[in-house]
């Protein structure tokens, strides 16, 4: 961590926020020989970078994400010869107990192979090969052998650590208040330390990016969603592939142990956001209903105490809220770790090592923003990954570092631009 005292003067691209979106970037952009400062208003990735399940897929993934996704494969590989961030391509498999889910895989395979996807579709047969000590028999799935795993107790960090090598200042505990422009054209940071100059900033805020763009004006449709995992102490199950079962999602560990959560161990909490952002995200929860459960609860009043408009000598809602920690919702989670026993019963014996939960950052359509700001020159935006930002982080660093220097980002961006909402 840098010391505070040691804020430069000016930099080529501030970024705020330290998860795996803001710091894959300054990695991408100190490669290229740019001069970055990074902010985190607690630690590296304390946020949802280290608290998810981990997984590295192309499987399932919205089309226009196809790309990031093949991309980040190569990346995790080279991140990983490099420092150890528990990058293994473990292969990742999507069980089928119904014809139409089967369906549902095959009509995504048809649009993701002339990708050049490597998934292949499954029969029964096919299953009990990869799972034979399993006391289901499902129809089918959908499996990828290239796809996989890594630790987001590790990724962040490890790849902080590289960047720090090409240069990147990373500043732990030193939130981001607002940013102005100077008649210049460059951009003046306003941080809890103090302030400095920079030529294009990119907001990496995760689910704190709806309130920092509303503070300067943008408008950036955003929710959060809570979810929940936990993890298993080392156990010896004969599952060294990550599965999903619908009602259970089980991956292998680093330590020996198991990531086990499942899909509809979610909810969203109803929030004045979500009367604000009620007719855009209508759609998303009519098409999720069953897995994304809206919940009325204490946030409601805990979210309507946040200010929505903050000077940049004013304390600020993100140094209020150093870290977004929402409990875990455990009796969920036993009952996944239940399932996945009954089909794998040597998970009878797993105990259960922690829970933990993390609040999921949702667009409208479920794709991230990574675009420039109309109206704004020289301010980007990284985020809205909707719950799989972590396996395509890497490539989005790379993405985000060409369209913030100008390049031609090699990949469309375009589905991704914050002027479709
Ligand atoms: C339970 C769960 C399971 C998931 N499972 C997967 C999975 O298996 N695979 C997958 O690909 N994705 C998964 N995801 C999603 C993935 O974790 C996120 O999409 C990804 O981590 C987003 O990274 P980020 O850098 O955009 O956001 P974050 O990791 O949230 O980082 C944003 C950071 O910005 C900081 N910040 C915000 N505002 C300011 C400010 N003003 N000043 C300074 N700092 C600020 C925050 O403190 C935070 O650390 C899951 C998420 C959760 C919660």
Redesign the pocket.
């Known amino acids: 961590m840098e010391p505070l005292q040691s804020l430069p003067v000016k930099v080529d691209v501030a970024i705020?926020?330290?998860?795996?979106?803001?710091?894959?970037t300054a990695y991408a952009l100190t490669r290229a020989g740019v001069s970055v400062a990074v902010?985190?208003?607690?630690?590296?990735?304390?946020?949802?970078?280290?608290?998810?399940?981990?997984?590295?897929?192309s499987l399932m993934r919205d089309i226009p994400e196809i790309p990031l996704a093949l991309l980040a494969n190569k990346r995790w590989t080279e991140i990983q010869q490099q420092t150890d961030v528990g990058f293994r391509q473990s292969g990742i498999l999507y069980l089928a107990r119904t014809s139409g889910e089967l369906n549902d895989y095959r009509l995504w395979l048809d649009k993701a192979k002339p990708l050049g996807v490597d998934a292949v579709l499954l029969d029964r047969g096919g299953v009990s090969a990869h799972l034979p000590e399993a006391k289901e028999n499902w129809i089918g799935g959908l499996y990828s052998q290239g796809d996989g795993?890594a630790e987001?107790g590790l990724a962040?960090q490890g790849i902080a650590e590289l960047a720090r090598r090409h240069g990147a200042r990373i500043y732990e505990h030193?939130?981001?208040?607002a940013v102005g422009r100077q008649e210049s054209g460059v951009s003046t940071i306003h941080?809890e330390h103090g302030t400095l100059a920079a030529n294009a900033v990119l907001?990496?805020?995760?689910?704190?990016?709806r309130?920092?763009c509303g503070n300067l004006g943008i408008s950036l449709p955003q929710l959060k969603?809570r979810?929940?995992?936990l993890s298993t102490f080392p156990v010896t199950p004969p599952l060294d592939i990550a599965v999903n079962g619908r009602d259970f999602?089980c991956?292998p560990r680093a330590d020996g142990g198991y990531t086990v959560?499942q899909f509809n161990a979610?909810y969203t909490d109803i929030v004045p956001d979500s009367f604000r952002l009620f007719r855009q995200f209508l759609p998303a929860w009519i098409k999720n209903n069953g897995l994304v459960k809206l919940r009325l609860g204490k946030a409601f009043f805990r979210e309507m105490s946040i200010r929505r408009r903050f000077g940049s000598d004013d304390i600020?809602p993100?140094e209020e809220h150093?870290?977004?920690d929402p409990g875990p919702m455990q009796s969920a989670l036993k009952s996944s770790l239940k399932k996945l026993a009954q089909v794998f019963p040597a998970f009878e014996v797993a105990e259960v090592q922690r829970m933990?939960?993390?609040?999921?950052?949702v667009t409208p359509d479920a794709l991230?923003i990574i675009s420039p700001v109309t109206g704004h020159a020289g301010l980007y935006i990284?985020?809205?990954?909707?719950?799989?930002?972590?396996?395509?982080?890497p490539a989005?660093g790379e993405m985000a570092a060409r369209m913030v220097l100008n390049q031609n980002p090699e990949i469309d961006l375009t589905p991704f631009r914050l002027s479709r909402f």
């Open positions: 705020v926020g330290g998860g795996i979106i803001g710091i894959s902010f985190e208003k607690g630690t590296l990735a304390c946020e949802q970078s280290s608290r998810n399940w981990g997984w590295v897929r795993v987001p962040t030193c939130a981001v208040r941080t907001v990496a805020g995760g689910a704190w990016s309130l920092f969603v979810a929940s995992v999602t991956r959560s979610s600020s993100f150093r870290v977004l933990w939960g993390g609040y999921i950052d991230p990284a985020t809205g990954f909707s719950g799989h930002g972590f396996g395509i982080g989005v």
